[in-house]
């Protein structure tokens, strides 16, 4: 299962949640005051993707250019 960030909209707390894709923050609660219902960020899994995929496509076009 992904692993979604969350930060706590009561004390600023951010943290990891694994849970389904599916799932919302309805269920969460904040692990350092308990405050349910945290702010939904992007999952640093998200975050690095688009980055390495930008490289990788850069790669491949070169390669298919040559190809071509
Ligand atoms: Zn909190």
Do not use: H, W
């Amino acid at each position: 299962m992904p692993i979604y960030e969350y930060r706590c909209t009561g004390c600023g707390k951010e943290f990891e949640v694994i849970q389904k894709p599916t799932d919302g923050p309805d269920g969460i609660a904040c692990p350092s005051c308990g405050k349910a219902k945290p702010e939904k960020l992007l999952s640093s899994c998200c975050g690095t993707s688009p980055n390495k995929a930008e490289g990788a496509t850069g790669d491949s076009s070169c390669g298919t250019r040559r190809f071509s």
